[in-house]
């Protein structure tokens, strides 16, 4: 049942894919400027442009310029950056790992934080941790996000220097071989300590600055269903069968707090995805975000398709999972 | 261990904070005297490609990895002689000769030669960009035996050797051996080095940082005193550079805040630099569209901007006016030309005369607020909104720019243009921004300008020979566009940056600003 489930969700994903090309396409077409003119260069003779504009495709209507885009995409071409001259897909390997390991480290934080902190407040409620988080978590939320970065910056490289300012590594560092991008994975799997360690202090302040207000978001979320929780008649029973306070919250109520948590959960991941832009710019990341930004600032069509499309894959992969996620949950919950 | 064994909701919390503290205690390790310089830039060049150093963030590395054949003393704009041995320039002026250095290699061992001057010529004059912009006078190259080679103009032009300065050659059989379909290696020379200058390319990091490392064989000789290896590498925050100068993780950093100059100004250990350069800010025209088709329109927004204001309050003293329209150290630059006037009672007239009401018009203006222009929009936009004209803002980047710039339908209303001239000759900034080959697609003419006068006379001015009639044409080319003005003239930058104490031997080239070039530099 659970495969045939999959199955559709994965087949259901083609329409979505096509839609959002489609969307993507047509909109990087409304965007001032000229494609030909960013890949012949700003000098090139009307005959050169011609050429570049001849051999890109783009003399074509756009309907026949998307319908060449899919055909290559079948085949596994993404295109070619009109800014870098480098593929689009050669490009991705470079700067999705880097994203992915940011994103990974921030929803370590996120979830472990927001949960821990979550079910305290609403054990404790009314006390001063609740108190406490409540002021935080409306502090997260608000708190713009590059001023927070900055502020982390200042205090933790600039002040106590104890943290790097930015990058993904130490200047002296060599980066680990290649095996996914991911310097804290790949330094682990090579036995590269040192290296490990060096990635790992490079991630702290931005994966910090870019969970503060996840933990915000999911603590409120975790504590607002555990109170939810901790009400009802299986709650009341458990405790009445001498189970510990401690086995009730996390073997009772937590598991069934979890379903609201796991939503928030998998809409951070999914924000996070197109979301890091200004922290990548912030703490000289080089990934996703940025090759993004630089994108749409080229007005790099190839590039800013790529991204959309690589961005809504992982997003619709993510949201399966989560769905995916509820049945182990709650079983009450199936897919048919 | 420790994470497996503890129990409860305390548990992957503990974990965190676990890890936090080893991460945090990596940095508890005694410093070590870093043996390599660092140079923190707002972003990393968008190719390596000796072509492209027109662009000033292209110039930085390029500098460093090619050699030309011709180029300025660091801090001035006196030429000497680099790959080239000795020149000769022909009597109707439209030949000059060169003969190489025998000594001069490229990174791989291979010898500098005639073939690979005459190659990067050629891949210019094929490719049209980048530098091709100040060199359009050249017509090709002959080689005349393996270390001589001439360079053929149309017509006698007096800025080819300042211009050549930032010509740099490739490497003919590498760049040759590494081209993809015909593209002439930029797809190649994007991330490599094919130069024989001064330091090899050791790695190159998109978006993150580029390493260099000094080249044994390079032609110019070493000394006791130079940078062994630095690392370029991109902050974009200027807060963020600024920490990581005073804690010493930084040696160089490029600043485009007046406050955080003078903020560092007084921390020990640190030097900061106001270095003179020849960039100048222009404001854009779309000369196509109405309002601004009509001269009055255009000559009323120069005079409702605050120039002034400008210098005085938004950079703090670090900036300066031009001379009529050119910068105070450019060829045939007069202090008898008056600066930039900001007279709104003018240009109210003028506006009223152009039979422009007020309200009635709202025009667009781009910018790269990433570079930190959005206050020079906000200048013009308060300016202009004193004249009753409305302008709102397309904050875009350069390339971007350029690409709005291709089309006069497509471009916006106004916008802003550095121009990065290669020296100090008036040709560069007058030639490059108002004559009609420079329009939209044919380079920085971002004003549409086209006036066969004009034309006329810059055509005439590039191929006199004489200073006394060069600097005559220059200045009938600048009443021209006093009253044209497809351009408003604003200002003229001032470097700033800021460096460690024991960084000596900096110095910006007036025709290389913005670049760091590390040969005469040394740590002490």
């Not at chain 1, 928030?264 to 000289?284: H, K, M, W």
């Not at chain 2, 490229?106 to 094929?126: C, E, N, Q, W």
């Not at chain 2, 350029?402 to 040709?427: C, K, Q």
Request: aromatic share 10%; glycine share 8%; charged share 20%.
């Amino acid at each position: 049942m659970m495969g045939r489930y999959v199955a559709r969700r994965l087949f259901l994903m083609i329409p979505v894919l096509l839609g959002v090309s489609i969307l993507a396409f047509y909109v990087s077409q409304l965007l001032p400027g000229d494609p030909a003119r960013a890949a012949a260069g700003r000098l090139a003779t009307p005959e050169q442009l011609e050429a570049v504009r001849e051999r890109l495709g783009l003399d074509q209507p756009i309907p026949v310029q998307y319908g060449l885009y899919i055909g290559r995409l079948l085949q596994g071409d993404l295109g070619t950056s009109l800014s870098s001259k480098q593929e689009v897909a050669q490009e991705l390997r470079i700067f999705f790992p880097a994203t992915l390991e940011l994103l990974f480290a921030t929803m370590v934080l996120t979830v472990v934080l927001g949960i821990t902190i979550g079910v305290r407040a609403a054990t404790s409620r009314g006390g001063w941790v609740d108190r406490a988080f409540l002021g935080f978590s409306y502090l997260g939320v608000g708190m713009p996000v590059f001023f927070l970065a900055l502020l982390l910056q200042l205090v933790f490289a600039g002040w106590l220097r104890v943290l790097p300012i930015a990058g993904r590594l130490s200047l002296e560092t060599v980066p680990p071989p290649v095996l996914t991008g991911l310097y804290t994975f790949d330094a682990l799997f090579a036995g590269q300590w040192a290296t490990m360690m060096d990635a790992g202090r490079h991630l702290v302040l931005p994966a910090l600055t870019l969970s503060i207000a996840g933990i915000s978001e999911v603590g409120r979320i975790t504590r607002s269903a555990m109170l939810n929780a901790l009400e009802q008649d299986y709650v009341r029973t458990a405790r009445a069968k001498g189970l510990s306070e401690r086995a009730v919250w996390l073997r009772h109520a937590l598991p069934n707090a979890m379903l609201p948590t796991t939503t928030v959960i998998g809409l951070q991941v999914a924000f996070l995805l197109g979301g890091t832009v200004l922290i990548e710019n912030i703490f000289s990341w080089g990934g996703l975000g940025t090759y993004a930004w630089k994108g749409i600032f080229r007005l790099d069509i190839p590039v800013i398709m790529g991204i959309t499309l690589v961005s809504t894959t992982a997003y619709l992969f993510v949201n399966l999972g989560v769905d995916l996620l509820y049945t182990k949950l709650d079983p009450r919950i199936r897919y048919e | 261990m420790f994470c497996s064994r503890a129990r409860g909701t305390r548990t992957p919390a503990l974990c965190v904070i676990a890890i936090a503290v080893v991460l945090l205690s990596g940095s508890c390790a005694p410093e070590t005297e870093r043996s390599y310089l660092v140079i923190l830039t707002e972003g990393i060049p968008p190719t390596l490609d000796p072509l492209a150093a027109l662009d000033s963030r292209v110039d930085n590395p390029v500098i460093n990895l090619y050699s030309a054949l011709v180029q300025y003393i660091p801090g001035t704009t006196e030429l000497s002689l680099d790959l080239a041995e000795s020149y000769e320039v022909s009597d109707d002026g439209r030949r000059y000769l060169f003969t190489l250095r025998s000594d001069a290699v490229f990174h791989d061992g291979t010898p500098v030669r005639a073939v690979d001057v005459k190659y990067s010529i050629d891949r210019m004059l094929t490719l049209k960009t980048g530098v091709w912009a100040y060199l359009t006078p050249v017509s090709g190259a002959e080689i005349l035996g393996g270390r001589h080679v001439a360079i053929d103009l149309y017509e006698p032009f007096h800025g080819l050797l300042g211009a050549l300065t930032r010509f740099y050659v490739a490497n003919s059989e590498l760049v040759r051996a590494n081209e993809f379909q015909g593209d002439l290696g930029q797809r190649w020379l994007q991330s490599h080095d094919a130069g024989s200058g001064p330091y090899r390319l050791v790695s190159f990091q998109p978006e993150q940082q580029f390493t260099v490392e000094r080249f044994d064989d390079y032609h110019g000789g070493w000394g006791e005193r130079h940078i062994e290896r630095a690392v370029f590498r991109v902050i974009r925050e200027e807060a963020a550079r600024r920490i990581a100068l005073r804690n010493g993780d930084a040696d160089w950093i490029y600043l485009s805040s007046a406050d955080t100059l003078e903020a560092l100004a007084g921390e020990p250990g640190i030097t900061v630099n106001r270095d003179p350069t020849l960039n100048q800010l222009y404001f854009a025209f779309n000369t196509r569209r109405e309002p601004l088709r009509d001269t009055r329109v255009r000559r009323a927004l120069a005079l409702a901007y605050d120039y002034q204001g400008h210098v005085e309050h938004l950079m703090r003293g670090n900036a300066e006016l031009p001379y009529g329209v050119l910068p105070a150290r450019g060829e045939c630059a007069s202090s008898d030309q008056p600066p930039p006037r900001h007279d709104l009672v003018e240009a109210k007239r003028l506006i009223a005369e152009a039979g422009v009401r007020p309200g009635e018009v709202e025009l667009t203006m781009a910018f790269e607020g990433t570079t930190g222009e959005t206050p020079f929009f906000e200048i013009m936009r308060a300016g202009a909104a004193e004249l009753g004209i409305r302008v709102t803002a397309v904050d875009i980047e350069w390339d971007a720019k350029v690409s709005n710039y291709s089309r006069p339908d497509s471009s916006t209303d106004m916008g802003t243009i550095w121009l990065f001239a290669p020296g100090p000759e008036a040709h560069h900034f007058l030639y490059s921004l108002a004559h009609s080959s420079q329009a939209g697609d044919g380079g920085n003419n971002f004003a549409w300008y086209q006036n066969p006068v004009m034309d006329r006379l810059l055509d005439q001015a590039a191929a006199a020979t004489e200073e006394e009639r060069r600097c005559s044409l220059y200045r009938q080319v600048e009443a021209l566009w006093l009253e044209e003005m497809p351009f408003a003239v604003s200002v003229t930058m001032v470097g700033l940056s800021a460096q460690r104490d024991d960084l000596k031997g900096y110095s910006v080239a007036l025709g290389h600003p913005l670049t760091q070039n590390l040969y005469p530099m040394w740590l002490e």
